[in-house]
């Protein structure tokens, strides 16, 4: 079957450095998508993998390694507007993507 | 980035009438978009893959005689939620991938409420 993990929720403290996993089983693999949501807002794209290694985005980097069905978002620095549900997405060829359930993120002063 | 508007952000319709929602992508042709339904503090469900010039694709459980889509163009897919009911209340958000790249851009949603 088809199955993405990630926790979910966690908090966090303002500065702070945060790392979220997400662990996946598809039967097609293309990429990894992290997405951001805000409450009541659709998502927004934050960063697509396809190949093993890090990919660093600002304050946000996004890790895969597909040999072990990983991915992680990495996010530096964090900031009270970083409050808000992390997507993990498989891209799993043929255009579909799973979605994970998300993970809420809580930046706390 | 690519931009994805979804028409209207909000609805309010009787049980047994239907609504029509539209998305656009406004700066990239798009041959493929894609519908998503979310309840609240749950993932994202794919609904359908909407293909220009032919007919969409839905996901096991979606009834395609309720849920009528249709790809009239490179820019603009439509989704009509037919006799909508209570239970079909939901944010829906349609979203597009620009050709020959990995991303997926998603439109801002449409928060359906059926009273």
């Known amino acids: 079957g088809q199955n993405i993990d990630q926790p979910t929720e966690m908090t966090a403290t303002e500065g702070a450095i945060v790392q979220i996993n997400c662990t996946y089983q598809?039967?097609?693999?293309?990429?990894l998508f992290w997405y951001q949501q805000h409450a009541g807002e659709a998502p927004t794209f934050l960063s697509y993998?396809?190949?093993?290694g890090l990919e660093e985005k600002g304050r946000f980097s996004s890790f895969l390694s597909r040999s072990k069905g990983y991915s992680y978002l990495l996010l530096k620095e964090l900031q009270m507007k970083d409050s808000a549900s992390y997507l993990c997405a498989a891209d799993t060829g043929g255009f579909k993507t799973i979605f994970g359930a998300g993970t809420r993120l809580f930046v706390k002063a | 980035g690519a931009v994805v508007s979804q028409h209207p952000s909000r609805v309010i319709c009787k049980s047994g009438t239907s609504v029509k929602i539209e998305c656009r992508s406004l700066d990239f042709q798009a041959t493929t978009m894609f519908w998503y339904r979310q309840f609240p503090k749950q993932s994202l469900m794919l609904m359908a893959t909407?293909?220009?010039?032919?007919?969409?694709?839905?996901e096991q459980g979606v009834e395609k005689d309720k849920f009528l889509i249709n790809h009239a163009s490179l820019t603009l897919s439509t989704l009509t939620v037919t006799s909508a009911h209570p239970e079909d209340s939901s944010f829906y958000i349609c979203?597009?991938?620009?050709?020959?790249?990995?991303?997926?851009?998603f439109g801002p949603g449409t928060r359906l409420t059926v009273t």
């Open positions: 909407s293909n220009e010039g032919s007919k969409a694709t839905y």
């Open positions: 979203s597009a991938r620009v050709q020959g790249l990995g991303e997926q851009y």
């Open positions: 598809t039967s097609g693999f293309n990429g």
């Open positions: 993998n396809v190949l093993d």
